[in-house]
């Protein structure tokens, strides 16, 4: 018969197989303890114990849901981590629902991403308004970066703020840079006390993490969920590298007549199909490659080179990748079309633009905020 084992840490049920699920513990280790008679950690919780430093996990949709009603019945302080670079693949549907009436402090990372020019106000009032169309009205929001360390006291004073004394629980889909972010908290709240305590609820699987404020809160750690909204989530995990950008964007502007094309490597495509010259600028990663053709080339030129001009996809990614289908903006005015977790593409006139996407990753046209 098989024994289950719990984490000490986070209540969470050994398993040995899957590294990105909650839990997870490699054999050799897991033997270890057993043999040795100490407790069972799982590897998240080994590492903060030791090393003060968290791992990300996420759940199934089912847990991942389980988990954020169990936030509901709590008294305490939301922290929602969003993406600014993929706001769309960042947002939690029906979050309102779930964490019930307690407090949002939301949390906007990568802010490092935007260039200078990009006004930080007019970003702030744009996620705000973003917020406010999945029903969420944050008591505050703040744009960081965990990363390079930006704002990150301010975003700890403003924790402190709002909870009151009670638990904040940092909630967010994968990649959003959650653990990161709260590996930063972790040294601003102190030291290399002993961080994670155990959990209250031996035995469920929300593998909730907690690091203690002072003796009677703590900040959680939950577990994030994979979103299939995310482009990143169509990609090999080293293609996923070359997605999420690591440093500061920078622009390429293109001067483009009608019925011209730009691939962002084999993941996206954009016509210019009708109106004057004008000028196209991207805010994608430097690492994938935009390449120029003729309208009446496009066709063509994808299906002979995706996978090898036009990358990522590679490999057998490329068979794995969805079919590209096209969404029509009418572009009245300057615009940013924004392509969930690729960025986005500023266009200075009026003009017709087609995208071509998979058809889960949201497209959507704003105004511009440069
Ligand atoms: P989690 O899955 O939400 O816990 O995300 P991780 O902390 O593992 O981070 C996901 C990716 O985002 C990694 O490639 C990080 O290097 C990156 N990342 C995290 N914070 C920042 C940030 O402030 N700026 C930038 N540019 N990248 C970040």
């Not at 950690?41 to 849901?65: H, I, K, T, V």
């Not at 009245?332 to 996407?357: C, F, H, M, R, Y």
Request: charge should be neutral.
């Amino acid at each position: 018969t098989e024994n289950h084992y719990f984490c000490m840490g986070c209540g969470a049920t050994i398993q040995t197989e899957n590294h990105e699920e909650i839990g997870y513990t490699p054999t050799s280790v897991l033997t270890k303890m057993l043999e040795k008679e100490e407790p069972v950690y799982c590897q998240r919780c080994f590492r903060l114990r030791n090393y003060n430093e968290l791992q990300s996990a996420s759940l199934s949709d089912d847990d991942f849901l389980k988990m954020l009603s169990s936030i509901a019945e709590e008294d305490a302080l939301v922290v929602y981590v969003v993406d600014l670079f993929d706001l769309y693949g960042s947002m939690i549907s029906g979050l309102k629902r779930f964490i019930g009436n307690n407090p949002v402090l939301f949390v906007a990372n990568k802010v490092d991403l935007y260039p200078k020019s990009v006004n930080r106000n007019r970003l702030k009032n744009w996620i705000e308004r973003f917020a406010k169309e999945y029903g969420i009205r944050p008591v505050d929001t703040i744009l960081v970066s965990a990363n390079k360390r930006i704002q990150i006291d301010e975003l700890l004073d403003k924790i402190n703020e709002y909870r009151q004394g009670k638990d904040a629980y940092v909630v967010g889909v994968t990649n959003v840079g959650k653990s990161t972010l709260i590996n930063k908290l972790i040294q601003s709240i102190g030291g290399t006390k002993d961080v994670i305590t155990t959990s209250q609820f031996p035995g469920t699987t929300l593998g909730q993490i907690y690091i203690p404020f002072d003796e009677k809160s703590s900040l959680i750690d939950t577990p994030g969920i994979i979103h299939r909204h995310q482009i990143a989530h169509y990609l090999a995990e080293k293609e996923v590298k070359k997605v999420l950008p690591q440093k500061e964007l920078q622009p390429k502007t293109f001067q483009l007549n009608a019925e011209q094309t730009i691939f962002i490597g084999g993941l996206v495509r954009v016509d210019y199909t009708k109106g004057e010259r004008n000028s196209l600028t991207f805010y994608t990663p430097q690492t994938i490659e935009l390449h120029r053709t003729k309208l009446e080339k496009a066709d063509e030129f994808y299906a002979r080179h995706n996978g090898t001009i036009l990358t990522p996809p590679t490999g057998d990614n490329v068979k794995q990748y969805p079919t590209l289908q096209k969404i029509v903006f009418s572009v009245k005015e300057k615009s940013d079309i924004v392509i969930a977790g690729l960025g986005w593409v500023t266009i200075q006139k009026p003009g017709t633009i087609e995208i071509w996407s998979p058809k889960e990753v949201d497209v959507i046209k704003r105004p511009s905020i440069i």
